[in-house]
């Protein structure tokens, strides 16, 4: 697609409760990423994807939370039994390659999650 | 660890009005640094970006120049426009920690009137 789509744009969810975020990332970027932007936290890395593996998950906050990519291309973001604290807007961002010293990064608008 | 320190906002400025957003960072060896803008109800967006000591990046008359003496990479444009009101983050990517995993600043707003 012409950018990265992120799906919802909005989601309300109860305290407990399971999520699931999409990211649908520029096609032919084998890169992705997931990001977390919160009030108090500002932005945060998550997790980073080349092509369908993880090498680096280092910050994803707990086990309640995991994602997933398949066929080098759409991730999916789950959030088990959310917490207040998870709300947030959560960032995808997709590049050519990845950990590259001049990758640009694209970033998609977000999935605003508020957990009430 | 890694760091990004900016200015607090907002910063708010009349149109044309010359603007300098603050950036200093703490990192270990050599980081390549970025300027992403966010404008209101859209995504984050690369502005510019400096990969080693003394390049000095540039877009939409932003200029942003590596300073590795004093470990600094401030944002400036001689003459805003109200088209300019966003939120500005400076950024960082260093080997150490792998390039893919940026460091953000907390975020600078700006605000041009006309």
């Known amino acids: 697609g012409a950018g990265v789509s992120q799906s919802p744009s909005n989601k309300v969810t109860e305290k407990g409760k399971d999520v699931e975020l999409r990211c649908d990332p520029i096609?032919?970027?084998?890169?992705l990423y997931w990001y977390r932007q919160s009030l108090g936290q500002g932005l945060e890395f998550l997790i980073y994807?080349?092509?369908?593996?993880?090498?680096?998950k280092s910050g994803l906050p707990s086990d309640r939370f995991s994602a997933e990519r398949t066929g080098g291309s759409v991730s999916t973001l789950t959030i088990q039994r959310t917490q207040q604290e998870d709300s947030a807007v959560y960032l995808c961002?997709?590049?050519?390659?990845?950990?590259?010293?001049?990758?640009?990064?694209?970033f998609g608008q977000g999935t605003r999650l508020t957990v009430v | 660890g890694n760091s990004v320190t900016q200015m607090e906002g907002p910063v708010t400025l009349s149109e044309e009005a010359f603007l300098t957003i603050n950036c200093t960072y703490t990192a270990t060896g050599y980081p390549s640094l970025f300027w992403y803008v966010q404008y209101p109800g859209e995504g984050l967006q690369l502005l510019l970006k400096?990969?080693?000591?003394?390049d000095k990046g540039s877009n939409k008359g932003f200029e942003a120049t590596y300073r590795k003496e004093t470990t600094s990479f401030h944002l400036e444009k001689g003459s805003v426009q109200v088209s300019d009101s966003a939120v500005y983050f400076c950024a960082l990517g260093a080997m150490n920690t792998g390039f893919q995993k940026l460091v953000f600043g907390t975020g600078t707003r700006l605000l041009v009137s006309p």
């Open positions: 994807f080349q092509g369908n593996s993880a090498p680096d």
């Open positions: 961002a997709s590049s050519l390659e990845g950990n590259r010293r001049n990758t640009e990064a694209f």
């Open positions: 096609s032919g970027h084998t890169a």
């Open positions: 400096a990969t080693k000591a003394d």
